[in-house]
């Protein structure tokens, strides 16, 4: 059965700080309703260079820590300690510095290869049916997570929910990604564009191209906060 069509919100920002601020708060007021509501929340990270500037000021947030749960959308077959990780980074920015107790961490052990690290992170998801928050980013290429084009983006329902990827086109090309069908398994999904080099992207996604992004299609629709030049 195919996914649902995905409906966008096209959320503009003058500068990438406005933009920054708006995610943060967004994450912010997110966690602060989930955790009134449910008493946890459970928020899958973006990887690559756009979230930084986001995890360093959720550092400085005065936030319920200890309700928090923090799952990673998709992560580099390197070493655990390599500065390219997306878990580094998230960790150095941000989750070093904050109060989550380390079980409510689960970092990709992406460090085991693709198919192990797949396998048991998939075991990990399996007690979490709905995530509260998913961040993702956009590659130059429409790619999302580490879901690529012309590779498995798993965007059915009988799709597994987390995928080995062999060979892909952005460093390194062993990589470990939550599919499209278990990243849409979300209460809130919100993409962060920013830099020149995104228009083609963003250009293709505004037009219809399947590119990757545009197989994300929670049932809420997705948010894109996004640089006000790129839609020119
Ligand atoms: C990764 C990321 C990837 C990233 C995009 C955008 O492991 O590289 O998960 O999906 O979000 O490539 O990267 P930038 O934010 O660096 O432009």
Redesign the pocket.
Same mark, same amino acid.
């Given at each position: 059965m195919s996914p649902p069509p995905q409906q966008c919100r096209w959320q503009k920002f003058n500068t990438t700080v406005e933009l920054e601020q708006a995610a943060t708060q967004a994450i912010l007021q997110a966690a602060l309703q989930d955790i009134s509501q449910r008493g946890t929340f459970h928020i899958v990270l *973006? #990887? #690559? =260079? =756009?979230?930084r500037r986001i995890y360093e000021s959720l550092r400085k947030a005065d936030a319920d820590w200890a309700a928090w749960h923090v799952y990673f #959308?998709?992560? +580099?077959c390197l070493p655990a300690d390599h500065v390219d990780r997306?878990s580094w980074m998230a960790a150095q920015a941000w989750l070093n510095h904050v109060a989550i107790p380390l079980t409510h961490i689960y970092p990709i052990p992406a460090e085991n290869g693709p198919q192990a690290a797949a396998s048991a992170y998939a075991q990990t998801l399996a007690g979490i049916e709905l995530f509260d928050f998913v961040l %993702?980013? %956009?590659?130059e290429d429409g790619? =999302? *997570?580490?879901l690529f084009p012309g590779h498995e983006l798993g965007s059915t329902a009988d799709s597994p929910a987390v995928i080995a990827v062999e060979n892909a086109p952005?460093y390194p090309p062993q +990589?470990v990604s939550l599919s499209a069908h278990r990243l849409s398994a979300a209460r809130k999904v919100m993409f962060?564009v920013? #830099?020149a080099m995104?228009q083609q992207a963003v250009r293709d996604w505004r037009c219809g191209v399947a590119i990757p992004a545009a197989a994300i299609s929670p049932t809420s629709g997705v948010d894109v906060y996004l640089e006000a030049a790129l839609l020119v």
């Open positions: *973006a #990887g #690559g =260079t =756009t979230p #959308g998709d992560e +580099r997306n %993702l980013g %956009l590659g790619h =999302t *997570a580490s952005k +990589r962060m920013s #830099g995104k």
